[in-house]
């Protein structure tokens, strides 16, 4: 009799522990199961690199449906296990369109210490370091500091976005040991207008680094 309910107990462990899928909540092997997989390659860009003031910028996907759901969910909601994901498709996507120096250096775009305290983790860092895994670029998570407590960039204009972020961006201190020359690929999100872009590549150009590529899961 004790053995039955050992084992009985043990199923429903197992089942109560088996991974579910983190949009539709079905059992699943992987943080998305088929079905919601599929709806998420519906996502993907077509053409993933296009250029920003004749830099390339790798996006994977489009700011939509499925893939706008689950950066939601990784920034708002806890769903860290999303990053995983979303970092190696991201640097696959990399890897097939881009032609790169391997001793690049990435930096994630990183949050106020204020916002970052309130969510628990950078998102983009957690992307970041995926991306790292299948690039077999260098990861640089403190290259840059953000100094300046922005407003939510979703609402504002273009030009309020600039404003909003001008000057937000100082060098971290694990970039400051660096050689100054290094290239630099800046890992983000989401890029809409470009402005935290514009502002991370200024801070970066004024103490001597280049950026030589902008990688991000999606583009608006």
């Known amino acids: 009799m004790f053995e039955v309910k050992s084992a009985l107990l043990k199923s429903l462990q197992q089942l109560v522990l088996k991974p579910r899928c983190t949009m539709c909540k079905r059992f699943s092997s992987g943080v998305l199961c088929p079905d919601c997989r599929h709806k ?7 053409v ?5 003031d004749n830099r390339p910028l790798i996006a994977w996907g489009h700011y939509q449906g499925l893939l706008k759901q689950l ?15 979303l970092g190696q498709l991201l640097g696959i996507a ?8 391997r001793q690049s250096i990435v930096i994630p775009i990183p949050l106020h210490e204020g916002r970052q305290q309130e969510r628990g983790y950078n998102q983009s860092a957690l992307i970041a370091k995926s991306f790292c895994q299948v690039t077999g670029l260098n990861l640089t998570l403190n290259g840059l500091v953000r100094v300046k407590a ?7 204009s273009p030009q309020d976005r600039l404003i909003n972020v001008a000057q ?4 971290g201190s694990e970039l400051a040991k660096k050689e100054c020359g290094k290239n630099i690929v800046l890992l983000d999100d989401i890029y ?3 402005a935290t872009i514009h502002s991370a590549v200024e801070a970066l150009s004024q103490a001597g680094f280049k950026v030589s590529g902008i990688a991000v899961v999606a583009k608006a």
């Open 192 to 194: 809409t207008t470009g």
């Open 40 to 46: 998420l390659e519906t996502c993907q860009a077509a």
């Open 94 to 101: 990399w890897l097939e369109n881009q032609s790169y120096n």
């Open 48 to 52: 993933s690199l296009t250029f920003v």
């Open 71 to 85: 950066l939601g969910r990784l920034k708002y909601d806890q769903q860290a296990q999303i990053a995983h994901l």
């Open 168 to 171: 937000a961006f100082q060098l």
């Open 150 to 156: 922005t407003a939510a960039q979703f609402n504002l």
